[in-house]
C-alpha cells in the first residue's frame, strides 16, 4: 500500500483536522507537498509566488507603521502633560477599540467574502493614527490617533485569513509561521529606532515615519489580488458562533489571555518606558529596554510549544509562564537602575513568550474536529473560535 494511500486512511479514521490543530498535519501532508515541488511551474505559481513576497511586504510595512512609536508612546503623552490617569485612557483606548471592531469586522469580511477593503481600511486607520499624533501635539487628539491604531489592529485577522489563501490546506502552518516571523521582526525593527530617532530630532519623527510607512504600504496593498469565493463554501451566520462562544475551555483560555495582554500593555507597552525614563535612562536606551524583552520573548515563543510542552506538559508550563510573569512584574518597581530594569524584562519577556502560543493553541484544541471543519462549507467552527481569541490586543 502507498504512503499516500495510507495516510489518506489514517486521516479518514481521525477525522478532518485543519493544519494549525497539531504539528501532525504538516507529516500528513508531506506527500502531497512532494508533488506539488515535483509539479511543472506554471504561469500562476509565478504570480503566486510574488503575491505572497508582495503581502509579506505589506504586512511588514502594516506593523513597523504600527509599534515604532510604542516604546516612546507613554513618555511622549506625558511630555504632552497628561496625567497617569489620562495616559491610561489612552493607552487603553487601543485594546478597547480591538474589544468593539475585531470580531464584527472579521465576521463582515467573512459574510462579503472580500479582504482587500479591510485590509486597505487597516492600512489607512494606521496611516491616519501616526498622522495624527505627528500633526496634533494635544491630548485629546493622542486619545483619537491611539484609538485609530486599535481599528487598525482590529483588521489583523483579515489579513491572516487571506494572506493563508495564498496555500493549499497542508502549507497553512508554514503561511502562519511566515506571517507571525513577519511581524516579530517588522516590531523589532521599529521599536528599536524609535528612541534614536527621538533623541537625535523629535518626538514627532516617528509618528511622521509611521504614518509615511502605512501610506506606502497602502499603495502596495492597492495590487493585491483576492482569491476567488469557492463556490461551495457557505458564508459564516450567527447561528456558528453560538456553539463556540458556549465553549468553556475557549473562555477560560480567552480570560487567561486578557490577564496575559494586561501585563503586557500596562508594563512593556505601558508604563514600563516611563519607569526607564525616571531612573535615567535616555530615549535612546529604550531601544535596550525594548530588545531585552522582545528577543527572550520570541525565544520562549519558539521553544515552548514544541519543546517544553512535550517534555512538562502545557499547564506546568503555563503555570511557571504566569508565577514568571507575576514575580517579575512585582521587581519592577523595585529595580533601581536601567540595568535592573533591563533584567526584570528579560525574564518578563521570557515568561510571557511561554504564555502566548500556548493560550493560541488551546483556544481551538477542545473544539471537536466535527466542529472546526465542516467540508465543503469552510473552517467554520475553528475560524470563529480564533476570533474569539483574536479579540483581545495585538
Not at 486512511?9 to 515541488?37: Q, W
Not at 497602502?218 to 469565493?229: G, H, I, N, Q, T
Not at 502545557?314 to 523595585?334: E, H, K, M, N, S
Request: proline share 5%; hydrophobic share 50%; with cysteine.
Amino acid at each position: 500500500m502507498s504512503i499516500q494511500k495510507q495516510e489518506s486512511k489514517r486521516h479518514e479514521k481521525m477525522g478532518s483536522t485543519e493544519p494549525l490543530d497539531s504539528y501532525e498535519t504538516v507529516a500528513r501532508g508531506e506527500s502531497e507537498a512532494l508533488n506539488e515541488i515535483q509539479r511543472p511551474q506554471t504561469k500562476d505559481d509565478s504570480f503566486s509566488r510574488r503575491q505572497v513576497v508582495l503581502f509579506i511586504s505589506v504586512v511588514f510595512l502594516y506593523w513597523f507603521s504600527s509599534y515604532i512609536y510604542v516604546p516612546i508612546l507613554s513618555p511622549y503623552i506625558e511630555h504632552l502633560g497628561a496625567s497617569y490617569t489620562y495616559l491610561g485612557i489612552v493607552l487603553g483606548s487601543y485594546g478597547l477599540m480591538q474589544i468593539l471592531f475585531r470580531l464584527p469586522l472579521g465576521i463582515l469580511s467573512d459574510f462579503m467574502e472580500k479582504r482587500r477593503p479591510f485590509i486597505w481600511l487597516g492600512l489607512a486607520a494606521s496611516a491616519v493614527s501616526g498622522l495624527m499624533f505627528a500633526a496634533f501635539g494635544q491630548l485629546g487628539w493622542a486619545l483619537a490617533a491611539r484609538a485609530m491604531a486599535g481599528i487598525a489592529a482590529s483588521t489583523w485577522v483579515v489579513f491572516t485569513v487571506a494572506f493563508s489563501g495564498f496555500f493549499p490546506k497542508h502549507e497553512v502552518t508554514r503561511a502562519m509561521s511566515m506571517m507571525q516571523f513577519t511581524t516579530v521582526a517588522a516590531q523589532l525593527t521599529s521599536m528599536l529606532v524609535s528612541g534614536y530617532l527621538v533623541e537625535r530630532w523629535s518626538w514627532q519623527l516617528p509618528f511622521w515615519l509611521g504614518g509615511i510607512v502605512a501610506v506606502i504600504a497602502l499603495v502596495l496593498a492597492l495590487f493585491l489580488r483576492e482569491k476567488e469565493p469557492d463556490p461551495g463554501r457557505t458564508p459564516m451566520s450567527l447561528q456558528d458562533l453560538a456553539p463556540v462562544m458556549r465553549d468553556r475551555t475557549l473562555f477560560r483560555v480567552s480570560f487567561l489571555s486578557i490577564l496575559a495582554h494586561c501585563v503586557l500593555f500596562i508594563t512593556m507597552f505601558g508604563y514600563t518606558p516611563n519607569q526607564a525614563l525616571d531612573l535615567g535612562a535616555s530615549k535612546n536606551d529604550l531601544a535596550w529596554l525594548t530588545l531585552s524583552f522582545m528577543l527572550p520573548h520570541a525565544a520562549a515563543t519558539l521553544f515552548a510549544g514544541r519543546t517544553l510542552v512535550n517534555r512538562f506538559g502545557a499547564r506546568a508550563v503555563l503555570t511557571v509562564g504566569y508565577v514568571g510573569t507575576a514575580v517579575f512584574t512585582f521587581c519592577i518597581p523595585a529595580a533601581s537602575s536601567f540595568g535592573w530594569l533591563c533584567v526584570t524584562q528579560i525574564f518578563n519577556g521570557l515568561a510571557q513568550g511561554l504564555v502566548f502560543p500556548l493560550l493560541l493553541g488551546k483556544s481551538v484544541a477542545h473544539i471537536e474536529p466535527s466542529l472546526r471543519f465542516d467540508p465543503p462549507k469552510r473552517p467554520a467552527k475553528r475560524s470563529n473560535a480564533l476570533r474569539v481569541f483574536f479579540i483581545f490586543p495585538k
